[in-house]
């Protein structure tokens, strides 16, 4: 017998028991995005590296250890996508969508980043995110956030998790931070792990996202960032958080939280629960008005966030948010006899034609009536359609129900349609 090949390690089948679980996440989300008006796009899964080169940063863990980078038989380099933002902002770009336009968009799809695979945590992955192009201020900061909102409370974890605003300002006050960052930090040297030493040099703000103790410690009289804000970013956080407080939204402004990309400014967040372990992210984002100019389009304020979708449907299930249903099928048609299949299908058809949201599951392969109810049983089904000898030559159907004591009735078949509206109301 030939060796079965595996599936690629942090790379996850998705079992039928699974992915409805996912698909009521799935729904909920495009009813949400729905609500406001936002509309659906969808980009390769397969970009040219330089794209996220000149989006997230050269410097940035992603780009240094965790694109899956190839060069094709051209020779051009190519990158399965970490992350949706610079694809949208391109797609935008190359298409027309973003220079003197408003643009509400979302995705959904798969991501990929070569990591340590940990629970809720892949080498491909999958997010949802939402980007809203050519509004600058506070208003649509606050749009994106309200939404998120309303996301926790459509999949009823409102109370569970918790959101934290910062801001990273213009990319001037950011300079001037991050000399006097790199100050404070080379006094603490020596508490420093070997991953800030490095960030040190390169991407000095992350250092303050460090889990490491030691480095926390050497934080813990750091400058902070809202110090040195322009008089531009703090009105705009100001008004962010004005405007947060009269939709009745409850933050806390988190002076070490960063974003790991390099184009994010101003407006930074996440929402943060103690569901999952410790404590955990499950939606990120903020403002990121260079990145469409840094991509080659015209400058264009941007804004939006990011949610990992493996880590919201763990912390659902773990909630008890999401039913579980081994059920295929609302009606399962059986039958017996020469002329049999014909009828069967043309009931079945009859059915799915006229009343579309039920779910309606043909037997196959044959087998006496003892086989085809096991079947009709494993499917889930509430009633069976009986198609035997005596149906047929008197155009009748006979109706079990399989969940319920209820007993059996034989109707015509002109009648079918209109009974089982009434039964599945």
Known sequence: MAKQIQKIRGMNDFLPEETTKWQQVENLIRKVVAAYGYSEIRTPIIESTALFKRSIGEVTDIVEKEMYTFDDRDGDSLTLRPEGTASCVRAG??????????????????????????????????????????????????????????????????????????????????????????????????????DSKRRLESNPLRVLDSKDANVQAALENAPKLIDYLDDESRNHLDGLCQLLDGAGIKYEINHKLVRGLDYYNRTVFEWVTKDLGSQGTVCAGGRYDGLVEQLGGRPTPAVGFAMGMERMVLLLDALGRLHQSDAVADIYVLGSGKQAAVVTNQLAEQVRDQLPRLRVMNHRGGGNFKKQFKRADKSGAQVALIVGEDEINNEQVTIKYLRTGTDQVTISQEQLIDYLSEYFV
């Open 93 to 194: 770009n190359q298409h027309g969508l973003i220079y003197n336009q408003e643009q509400r968009l979302w995705y959904m799809g798969p991501m990929f980043r070569y990591e340590r695979p940990q629970k809720g945590r892949y080498r491909q992955f999958h997010q949802f995110g939402c980007e809203v192009f050519g509004l600058n201020g506070p208003d649509i900061d606050a749009e994106v956030i309200i939404l998120t909102a309303r996301l926790w409370k459509a999949f009823g974890i409102a109370d569970k998790v918790k959101l934290e605003l910062n801001s990273l300002g213009s990319n001037e006050a950011r300079a001037l931070y991050r000399e006097k960052l790199v100050e404070h930090l080379k006094a603490h040297e020596d508490q420093l792990d070997e």
